[in-house]
């Protein structure tokens, strides 16, 4: 069984378009995250949710919009897509101080 | 404010040949969170291992050893022995108490394993 799944994998697209990204855990975690890994594989925090709850926003475009429809999901949507949003998004969850686990990422290409 | 430095940004050796991979953190929390996380060339990210920061105790999991020293604010990450398989990007990371869940990453290592 995955724990957190996300989807799609991989997604291609051309700019000026509006995408979104699911992602669900089955660990009964109560905070999901999201992460964008560069091309320097640099790994830096997008958003946080407890509990539906909207924690960590950190300075990203307001075109990125997080929706958590309860806490075993959280979507990302992404409007008016950039090349510069080329990246690989990930998904996490974790408990209360314990060890984030990820989804296998999602390679978004923009063209 | 937090921060985790991965001073060695490529590392690469000879299959069998012994690596450490180098990581130092900054918290002016007393209770805090580290960990250790591989991503392999598949991608995903794969957990290692975490520490609290009142555990100093340090840990061995077969060819993987970790040294967690608070005085020099250092958790490091031995591969013994290593193998072709173990070639990655390894990533050291820092959750304090007080920021909630907020998981700060070092920059990582891509660790090379060559036959």
């Known amino acids: 069984d995955t724990a957190v799944s996300q989807t799609p994998k991989y997604l291609v697209t051309q700019m000026g378009n509006d995408k979104s990204i699911k992602c669900e855990q089955n660990?009964?975690?109560?905070?999901m995250y999201w992460y964008k890994q560069d091309s320097k594989k640099f790994l830096k925090i997008m958003f946080s949710?407890?509990?539906?709850?909207?924690?960590i926003n950190e300075t990203v475009p307001n075109r990125f919009s997080p929706k958590s429809p309860d806490k075993a999901h959280l979507n990302l949507h992404i409007n008016s897509l950039e090349l510069g949003d080329s990246a690989v998004y990930f998904c996490?969850?974790?408990?209360?101080?314990?060890?984030?686990?990820f989804g296998q990422g999602t390679r978004l290409t923009v063209v | 404010a937090q921060k985790v430095t991965q001073a060695q940004t490529e590392i690469s050796v000879v299959e069998k040949e012994d690596v450490t991979l180098d990581c130092v953190y900054e918290?002016?929390?007393?209770?805090?969170?580290l960990f250790w996380y591989k991503q392999p060339p598949s991608g995903e990210l794969v957990f290692l291992i975490r520490?609290?920061?009142?555990?100093?105790q340090n840990e061995i999991s077969g060819r993987y050893s970790w040294n967690f020293q608070k005085s020099t604010s250092s958790f490091n990450f031995t591969i013994t022995a290593s193998q072709v398989v173990d070639s990655a990007v390894y990533f050291c990371?820092?959750?304090?108490?007080?920021?909630?869940?907020?998981?700060?990453f070092g920059e990582g290592t891509q660790l090379t394993v060559n036959p």
């Open positions: 996490a969850s974790s408990g209360a101080s314990t060890e984030a686990f």
């Open positions: 660990l009964g975690h109560d905070t």
């Open positions: 990371a820092l959750k304090e108490e007080t920021s909630g869940s907020r998981l700060t």
């Open positions: 520490r609290n920061s009142f555990d100093e």
């Open positions: 949710y407890n509990n539906k709850e909207l924690i």
């Open positions: 918290t002016r929390d007393t209770t805090y969170y």
